[in-house]
């Protein structure tokens, strides 16, 4: 089984990983300054605004606007005045302050805001931004957990994790989060400076080779560290916002303004190690960079009704992004989730044809995944849709295969060529029997049916052996890439699958839509 495209995925792998690995967490470190930069700047901003107000004392008609911007700017756990000595003045806001010790003072900037870094009797660290009330001698001050400016650094259920830490420019930690990997052991490491608060990031991310009696497929289980460390910072600039009176509105407004954009998830051969394709997964980029994942605007993009546009625009972009290169690999398959409501009006299938015809990627080369968690409302028109789908030469996958309500058997009517088996049945692999099973089930049944099986959310090695010992083809998971970006997705492709001669005048003639 170990071929020869195995080894070159595995030195595909080892060049990935020095050069991107690195690249990648450079990055990391900055996002994470982009991070606490971000957070700072709004407790900052909240505090600009009270002393506009006049805000410099505890007088009770000041209660109101010290509240106020607590709950304005997300970071902000507590807003006081401090006296002369820097000892709260307002007794019912300052708990969090009692019993502080200061570590340390970042001296104020050109925007007169400090930083100073607490340690409260509970252990936890506090950051502390500070600026003169108006007139003085009185300062305004908000109170930010430490824990705030941090990005996440593990993914929950899996065992990838990263350590990142701020400290001052002197060197004296604000924050740690995650394990520091032990010296020896081999890693990335990057460090990116904050000039506006004067503090550096750090990030450092382990190699993880899992142990394996089968060295052909060993570095499949290396996983793509600066990869998931940026997805992981990115997760963490998913932040918990207070604004966005008018959801639809706000999200109307994203697409328009082509905020809402594709990453790529690497779909991999696991007989062979070759790219067998993506899934195309949306993600709102907001003008300040914070990333949101699918799960907190999708519901809402259906039921407005604005899921329609939303599919078509993110087909449409990935023509133009990633034509090219998927048009010149006949090979590649690209998949988009479709939600089940568009396939109850057969014009759907105008569309697909024309937002694919002129551009490089063929019909043959489309997917379409329809999530077996929402109920089917009308069934035969559903089927017509697809068929006619089919018709064309696009194939149809079920999306969550086990976790919807309409039963296996009753989604398989749909005639579809491709089962997703989700992600709760892969977790289980190696730990409950009876889950084993049902992939067992799942997968004996796809290949009774000719149909295709895709396993989702593979995370280890060891369900890489386990499903290929099934006879499962392709998976995708953080074990070997996650949704990445355009750019890193094309390099990927470039990387594991490089053009010769023979096709480049093909991928250079077609132009995309
Ligand atoms: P899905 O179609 O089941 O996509 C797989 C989800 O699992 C993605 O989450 C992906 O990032 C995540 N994932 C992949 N590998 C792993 C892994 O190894 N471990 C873990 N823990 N997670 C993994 P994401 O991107 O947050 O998307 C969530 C859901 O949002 C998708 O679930 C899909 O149902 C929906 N969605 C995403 N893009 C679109 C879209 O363009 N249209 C529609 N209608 N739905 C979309
Ligand atoms: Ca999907
Ligand atoms: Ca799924």
Known sequence: MAGASLVAFNSWLDGFIARQGQAEVASAARRAVGLAEFRLQEAAAALDALALQGVNSCAAGNIPALRAATFAAAPIKAVTVLDSDRQSLCA????????????????????GVSLDIMLLSNGERMARLRRIAGEGPAEIAALIP???????????GSSVSAYAQLTTRDGILIGAVGLRPPGAEARFAATAASDTFAFNAEIVVPYGILPSENAGLKRLGLILPGIVVAMLIICALVMRRRDAENP???LQRALAAGELIPYYQPI???????????????????????LVLPGAFIPLAESSGMIRAMTHDLMKRV???AGRAIGARPGLKISFNFAGQ??????????????????????????????ER????????????????????????IDDVGTGHSGLSYMLKLGVDIIKIDKIFVDAIGTDRNSNTIVETLVDLAHNMRMDVVAEGVETFEQVMYLRD?????????????????????????AIDPLTAARVPEAGRASAA
């Open 92 to 111: 019912d806001l300052d708990a969090p302050f009692a019993g502080a010790d200061l570590l340390t003072t970042v001296p104020a900037g050109a925007d």
């Open 146 to 156: 430490v824990s705030l400016l941090l990005p996440q650094v593990s993914i929950p």
């Open 248 to 250: 639809v509105a706000e």
């Open 268 to 290: 991999v051969d696991i007989r062979s190690g070759k790219l067998r394709g993506a899934e195309v997964l949306v993600r709102w980029r907001k003008p300040d960079g914070t």
């Open 319 to 321: 023509c133009v992004e």
């Open 342 to 371: 568009l396939f109850g009006d057969q014009s759907i299938v105008k569309d697909v044809r024309n937002i694919f015809s002129g551009t490089p990627i063929k019909l043959s080369q489309v997917v379409l995944e329809v999530t």
């Open 374 to 397: 929402d109920p089917i409302e009308n069934f035969t028109a559903t089927r017509q849709t697809i068929a006619a789908l089919q018709g064309l030469g696009v194939r149809i996958a």
């Open 470 to 494: 099934l006879g499962v083809r392709s998976a995708q998971g953080y074990v070997f890439a996650p949704p990445l970006p355009g750019s890193a997705f094309l390099q990927l492709v470039d």
